[in-house]
């Protein structure tokens, strides 16, 4: 390792992982790349750190800035999870808690067979104690959910006819998720993959810079894991070439969060009518449409109906879902038709906006340890 060594690799690959977006759901879906709270979450238990410990630690860790190469996006699956099937649940203390909820129901999603490639670049003697922690950690890690072990080691290593490091010197995070070899499935899988989808963390290389447009916010940058509070970071999908050692090839524009199976046709074919009969406009603030959205899980994946759909536009999409994930919505989600979620939406618009705006960001740069939201929030009195 050299003592420059600014960028750490980690291969997150097993039979299923789970990337929550939150973790108050009924519904407890996975993103489809893991979440830096998962990440370094990962790394608080690889160095032995408590919840309180790891409070302490987070802002530091924060300051990693981080991208994810989906190497294989994996199937997305569920599974129907029941505690307390009528008979009381026991508590912590011994107790029996009756209550009158009965059998608790959730719905957990996963990623079955998935592989990721993160890089994580920082300070190097920061890189160096995170290296040491994932080769020797102190308690078990796992991808996402306990019940989700790694298949391989989490520190990615070079194959002997690779020249790549880990860690390694990069100048981008694009350049070094470019510089690992794409790792085939099966020693006969046709090598070598060309291009492959990252989402890579978005920061300001100068104080007047301002987010790209297509970014989007997810709100995964933990604070502290007990209780869950998380802020808001800003990431870029982008299509890379792979091994090229060169930077980012093309941009793709953000498709939407795959939720149900999107690759299905039908389904496909459901939102594509959707769309049209929406005249490729949001329901809600009539700018182009650029994703259909769900409005209830009861059918969904090609059997639900032109009703069950509506065709937003970006910020709107981005509004709906931030407002969700406060709310215990179970199979349903918010329809933006509808008149109540009007005042809502509007603000949750405007404080999506604020945040990608120029202020909003260099706040969020200089704050590390603040929760931005609540300030903007505390701001507009409300
Ligand atoms: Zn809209």
Known sequence: MTPDANTL?????????AWGDTSKFVIRRSMDAPTKSGVLGMICAAMGLSRAAARERLPELNRLAMGARIDRPGTR??????VGAGIGLTTAGGGVKTGAQGTLITRREYLADASFLVALRGEPSLIS?????????????????????????????????????????????????????WCPRYDHDPTPRGTADTIIEWRAAHDDDTAPEEAEVWYDAPVCFEPPVHEPRLVLRRVIAVNSGGPAQQRTPAPPRPRADYNNAEYKERRAQR?????????FCKA??????????RRAGGDESQEDLRALCRLCHDAVTMIEYGTGMGLDRIDPCLPHWRDEILRTRGEILRFRSEEGRRRALRQASKPVVRELLEEEGA
Request: charged share 15%; hydrophobic share 40%.
């Open 288 to 297: 182009p449409g650029t994703t259909v959205q769900h409005i209830t899980y």
């Open 9 to 17: 690799f980690l291969r997150l690959e097993g039979p299923l992982q």
């Open 129 to 181: 104690q995170v290296a040491q922690a994932l080769a020797t950690p102190i308690w078990p890690v796992y991808l996402g959910r306990k019940s989700c072990p790694p298949s391989v080691p989490i520190l990615a290593m070079p194959r002997a006819d690779e020249s790549w490091a880990n860690p390694g010197h990069f100048n981008t995070l694009d350049d070094a998720l470019a510089a690992v070899p």
């Open 77 to 82: 699956w569920w599974d129907y999870h029941t």
């Open 275 to 283: 769309l049209e009969a929406d005249h490729g406009l949001c329901v």
